[in-house]
């Protein structure tokens, strides 16, 4: 932080306005929008307000609910449960049982054993990764349409998951049908969970920069808009660091004929794209656009980097 205008006080600690809004006022952040979300690093997430441990990864689900989500706590005792009357609902509200940070609210419809779904905003957790592992990173790429950046990148070796979606605009929840219109500020993403340890940021980079084009600006082919932008989002300064040295790398030995647009800016306001987006090339090879614009790339993509393909 630049200042400290820009944090309050919460028990022993300084922390963002917006984080204070949440564990003091009782806030919730935007759907889909928290780092935590699509999280998958083996260790505990404590409490922003204590670092009192409360869940761990290891009863970490994917609920949909575009926040992160556990079928139980850590330990007994780690959180309270409080009776939440507000929007004229009657809910269960969850709070850190050592220092009475709002964390979220408890569901009964969560998978076994429990049946219990604890959903917690993002911003009331600070991740602890298990010693004995580096864990999972994440960064988030625009190379035109999401269906081909989606299949190439997931038979990488050391990628863990890709997720479709929509980012960098100012749209909230924005559908495909508004993300095409070109007037949200989305691009259509591709956010890639990888293990560092597996596969490195410069080659995930060199897969991007090789998918496509980097000199279109706001299209690729016949597809146009600024949803089809080349845009790189960074999940931390490090990202930032060896993308931006990259992108001068490739600028001075002119790869291309004409100047590279691609933006490099933080990841921010990310929504994971609609079910049938997901696997849409594995699942419709039929369709005329997967036909004749996403299959001649995998085909070319699984040529070239055989050798850093999963199973090659």
Known sequence: MDSTQDLEKFGDKMLPKNVCHVIKEGGTERPFTGKYVYHKANGNYCCIGCDAPLFSSTTKFESGSGWPSFYDVIE????????????????????????????GHVFEDGPKPTGLRYCVNSVSLDFKAAEEEGGNEEITLGAGCFWCVETCFKELEGVIDVYPGYAGGKTLNPTYEQVCSGTTGHAEVARIVFDPKIISVNELLELFWWIHDPT????????????????IFYHNEAQKEIASAYLTKLEKEKVWDKPIVTELTELNNFYRAEQYHHDYFAQHPENQYCQFVVKPKVEKFRKIFKEKLKNH
Not at 77 to 97: H, T
Not at 216 to 231: A, F, I, P, W
């Open 216 to 231: 279109q600006l706001n299209r690729q082919g016949n597809d146009v808009g600024t949803q089809y932008r080349s845009v």
């Open 76 to 103: 007994s005792g780690a959180i309270k449960e409080v009776k939440d009357m507000s929007y004229g609902m009657e809910r269960i509200e969850i709070r850190c049982a050592k220092c009475d940070a709002h964390l």
